[in-house]
């Protein structure tokens, strides 16, 4: 058996030490990392819940069109930006409390949403047959870093009375 030499002793000391150090920093990035992954998930799942109720409201919108008198271009007036149907709607839209049992998109009330009706085809008397509706929600979340703000649009085609 050789014999070991102090030299030798001294230049390992410390060498465990440093080892549970670099691994300590590499377990330590892993878990930033971990934390980074949840976080980006969290606000994704913020926006899809965005999305989702903007969705809602702007087909919510369109079924009270669909329900409403439509012989003429003047019975969904009520509809058009400012109009009666509308106010009560983006009233849902930019509620920021749950007291009135809808919880509406944060930043609508500076991003106010827009209807936009366009007649269809005529038919032989000269009536429209149906009504093209563009329905714009527009909401910015709390944590949306760009100045833009998340839009959703809804196309749909209503037939007339």
Not at 7 to 15: I, P
Not at 74 to 98: E, H, M, Q, R, V
Request: avoid cysteine; charged fraction near 15%; charge should be positive.
């Amino acid at each position: 058996m050789k014999p070991r030499s102090i030299a030798t002793d001294k230049a390992q000391r410390g060498s465990v030490l440093l080892e549970a150090l670099i691994s300590i920093l590499i377990f330590s990035f892993g878990v930033l990392g971990l934390v980074g992954l949840q976080a980006a998930m969290i606000a994704g799942a913020a926006d899809a819940k965005y999305r989702n109720e903007a969705g809602f409201f702007a087909n919510r919108l369109l079924g009270e069109m669909a329900a409403a008198k439509r012989a003429s271009a003047g019975d969904l007036a009520p509809f058009l930006t400012s109009g009666t149907s509308y106010n009560a709607w983006y009233g849902d839209i930019k509620n920021t409390t749950i007291s009135s049992g809808v919880l509406g998109l944060p930043g609508a009330a500076t991003y106010p949403p827009t209807v936009a009706i366009a007649a269809g085809p005529s038919n032989a008397s000269g009536q429209p047959t149906r009504y093209d509706v563009t329905v714009t929600v527009r909401w910015k979340s709390p944590q949306q870093a760009s100045a833009d703000p998340h839009k959703h649009v809804v196309t749909a085609s209503i037939s007339a009375d």
